[in-house]
């Protein structure tokens, strides 16, 4: 599946999208930046609520191949225009992180 | 053995905006030189922990990277408060990181712990009131 079929799917609302077709192949969930870092897998779609400009180096250092941001907590200009310079997907929700990987769980588990 | 191709990145104290410009860099060099994925994202993560520990604890430092054909080896050097307990300092979980500093999701105490866990070699030299020097290394597979 990837970032594009999965923002359409739970209608996420793409903030920056420059890799559409990023093949999504795992979920994590978290907020504590190094935690997020030091688990989270090359290829898993990172749900938080965390939406300050350092999330964009941590999914970018960890491969991650989106970010969505939960419950439409606030993001602003900036972290947008960095996330498209920095070339991540960025979208977001406004369905709290539990009820979105719960979703993302079962798509990729119908995949398999 | 050949010589290694190097790089040098100061990095800024207490400026989280340009926090790991020096990982995101050294990143795509890495890229483009062709080596192995698992191997960036050792290298990548092991130098961004570093890099957000000078930020936060040490008023920023230097990193230099030394690229050798088998491995790549990271040293990060600040003139911060150094580490009064390294052992604690290894503890996942423990952290001196302050209020302000949490709320931007770090903090976690996993900083060091990542930096070993994604390394093949660590070396931390510290000295109260002087400084740290932490040595790292990734082999390349």
């Known amino acids: 599946m990837t970032v594009k079929q999965l923002a359409e799917k739970l209608s996420l609302q793409a903030l920056s999208l420059p890799e559409p077709d990023r093949e999504i192949t795992g979920g994590y969930a978290g ?9 989270a897998q090359s290829g898993d779609a990172w749900l938080t609520i965390m939406t300050n ?3 964009i180096a941590v999914a970018s250092l960890a491969d991650t191949a989106c970010i969505i941001i939960a419950e439409n907590s606030e993001t602003t200009e900036e972290l947008v225009q960095t996330a498209a310079q920095k070339g991540i997907n ?9 009820s979105l990987a719960a979703q993302i769980s079962a798509f990729l588990a119908e995949q398999e | 053995m050949s010589e290694p191709v190097t790089f040098h990145f100061d990095v800024e104290g ?31 993560i092991a130098m961004y922990e570093g890099e957000i520990n000078m930020v936060i604890h040490a008023n920023g430092g230097s990193a230099d990277v030394l690229i050798f054909p088998d491995k790549i080896r990271i040293i ?33 105490g996993m900083g060091l712990p990542n930096m070993k866990k994604y390394t093949d070699k660590m070396d931390i030299e510290s000295e109260l009131g002087k400084g740290t020097k932490v040595t790292m290394e990734v082999f390349i597979q």
Not at chain 2, 93 to 101: F, L, R
């Open chain 1, 31 to 39: 907020d504590l930046l190094s935690w997020v870092m030091g688990r």
């Open chain 1, 53 to 55: 400009l350092n999330i």
């Open chain 1, 90 to 98: 960025l979208l977001k929700s406004e369905q709290p992180v539990f």
């Open chain 2, 14 to 44: 207490d400026n989280f905006a340009s926090a790991g410009e020096a990982s995101v860099s050294i990143k795509k060099i890495l890229r483009q030189l062709n080596i192995d994925p698992e191997t960036i994202r050792k290298v990548s």
């Open chain 2, 76 to 108: 990060l050097e600040d003139t911060g408060p150094g580490i009064a307990d390294i052992s604690l300092a290894m503890q996942e979980g423990w952290s001196t990181a302050k209020e302000n500093v949490r709320n931007l999701g770090f903090g976690a």
